[in-house]
């Protein structure tokens, strides 16, 4: 089936034919749905932190952060602004020229409270001869939005969204990229130093440097502390095919096989590759003004200190097993942190012999951790806590997707429909093991969790393979905790009117 054009292909990229096989087969098997024990909740795998633990949490992390571990924050950042906009291209290329629908209305009406309406000015200036008001009072309200999303103008149709101006200050307007580098400071910097990690795309990492070159020096003097900020890209060897309605390789007007981005879940390599101790991730978009980030910081600082707390733990119930010098009681309680603190669980543990619970306390305890901030249900789409059951037949903690529960089992739909709390992409991972050697982070992947999707090229249909989701099957196999943190925390953006909420202003 592969020529030696595609096989020339596949070595250009790093994708072994045994990988490209193993695509095609999933497209004609497709992927399991997972089964559920249940939906996590308060008192069933989601912590509820009181005011006296916030403090101990908080301690642990600030001696953590003392003792001079390498800490790193994790930002996803490749994906185009586009989307932001969806409303505000589809006014550029509607029938009317005036404001209609709600979001064009919203839009307008809030002009001047956006951050970069200055900038927009600017651009109209230049573009159109005159500025925003003086456009809209003519009734030209298709060139303002041309001058915001086009390439003569802003050109913020094209940008991601780390490049957009998100908040303005008295002094100053800041992009989400620096408001990141602003969180570091917060609550991620040790010993004065503070390591950022944005994977971007390769058509905009220059401008990403360029940004990162301009203001570094005044964000280091204000915050007195030494960045580190390094970039990332998705790695070709991480593309998946894509295929044809009869699961066969989709091919390109000139005979060449067609590769699609694998997903954010690819990112799981360049995750692997930071040389950490404790990594954070966020979403780009998830950023607030200074005005609120005090509850973000002070919740970030609680979940690092359940992290540190949990793995210095294990790293200490691992070197007992080490030693060989244990007692009976010693198992039990190990088996207990298992069960409780990290909601993992067999089913028939409790029949093993030493010897074979052993062999299972290392193979749980001694792997990745993560510690995930979950806010309460209000409707926001995303992610939901589950406990699954593992390929092992073990249950643990999981952030599953809608699309990865069979829809025709009402009792699971129930479960995530009536689910009290979502994940809002808010995590601490540990990726160093108990003698500081780090994972191999894609050997814990779950392959089983990946999942097809419907796209087209040129007029023809197409099915696409998404790799298992960064913090979903590619952390399947993590110990994972789950804690409720305030809804304050989540303020993501993800259409253009979302920056006129109070909470980005």
């Not at 690092?304 to 070197?319: C, N, P, S, T, W």
Request: with cysteine.
């Amino acid at each position: 089936m592969l020529t030696a054009a595609d096989k020339a292909q596949l070595s250009a990229k790093g994708i072994s034919e045994a990988q490209i096989e193993q695509q095609l087969k999933d497209f004609q098997t497709g992927f399991p749905f997972l089964k559920l024990a249940g939906a996590a909740a308060i008192g069933k795998g989601i912590l509820a932190i009181d005011a006296d633990e916030q403090k101990k949490c908080i301690k642990a992390w600030d001696d953590y952060k003392a003792e001079g571990h390498h800490i790193t924050k994790f930002v996803p950042a490749s994906g185009a602004a586009s989307r932001m906009f969806k409303d505000m291209f589809e006014f550029l290329d509607a029938d009317y020229d005036v404001p209609t629908t709600k979001a064009e209305k919203q839009y307008f009406e809030g002009i001047h409270e956006f951050a970069f309406f200055q900038a927009l000015d600017d651009a109209c200036e230049v573009c159109e001869g005159k500025g925003v008001d003086a456009l809209i009072d003519e009734g030209d309200y298709k060139a303002v939005v041309r001058c915001m999303l086009s390439e003569e103008g802003l050109n913020y149709g094209q940008l991601p969204k780390g490049l957009l101006q998100f908040h303005a200050y008295e002094e100053e307007v800041r992009t989400p990229l620096e408001e990141h580098l602003v969180e570091a400071a917060l609550y991620a910097q040790s010993r004065g130093e503070a390591d950022v990690h944005f994977t971007v795309s390769t058509e905009h990492r220059e401008l990403f440097e360029e940004l990162v070159e301009r203001i570094l020096p005044d964000y280091e003097q204000r915050f007195g502390i030494r960045y580190h900020v390094s970039f990332s890209e998705q790695k070709p060897s991480t593309d998946t095919v894509a295929a044809n309605m009869d699961n066969t390789p989709f091919r390109t007007e000139d005979g060449k096989l067609l590769f699609r981005p694998g997903g954010h879940g690819a990112l799981i390599q360049n995750l692997g590759d930071l040389e950490s101790d404790v990594v954070f991730v966020k979403n780009i978009d998830n950023v607030v003004p200074d005005g609120l980030k005090p509850v973000t910081v002070t919740w970030k600082q609680v979940i690092a200190g359940v992290l540190v707390k949990a793995q210095q733990q294990a790293f200490d119930y691992l070197r007992l097993l080490d030693t060989g010098n244990y007692s009976h009681a010693q198992i039990e309680e190990m088996i207990r942190f298992v069960r409780h603190e990290l909601c993992t669980d067999v089913p028939g543990l409790k029949d093993l012999e030493d010897a074979e619970l052993v062999t299972f306390l290392r193979g749980k305890l001694n792997r990745p951790f993560r510690v995930c901030g979950v806010v309460k249900n209000v409707g926001e789409p995303g992610g939901g806590p589950f406990l699954a059951y593992n390929p092992d037949g073990s249950i643990s903690l999981q952030i599953l997707e809608s699309s990865q529960i069979d829809k025709n089992n009402p009792e699971y739909v129930k479960m995530f429909t009536e689910g009290t709390h979502f994940n809002p992409v808010d995590l601490v991972c540990g990726i160093r093991n108990y003698k500081g050697e780090k994972f191999d982070l894609p050997k814990y992947v779950d392959p089983a969790t990946g999942f097809i999707s419907y796209k087209s090229k040129n007029g023809k249909e197409l099915k696409a393979l998404e790799l298992p989701g960064l913090w979903n099957g590619a952390m399947s196999n993590w110990n994972t905790i789950f804690v409720e943190v305030p809804l304050e925390t989540f303020n993501p953006v993800k259409t253009v009117n979302d920056l006129l909420r109070p909470e980005h202003q």
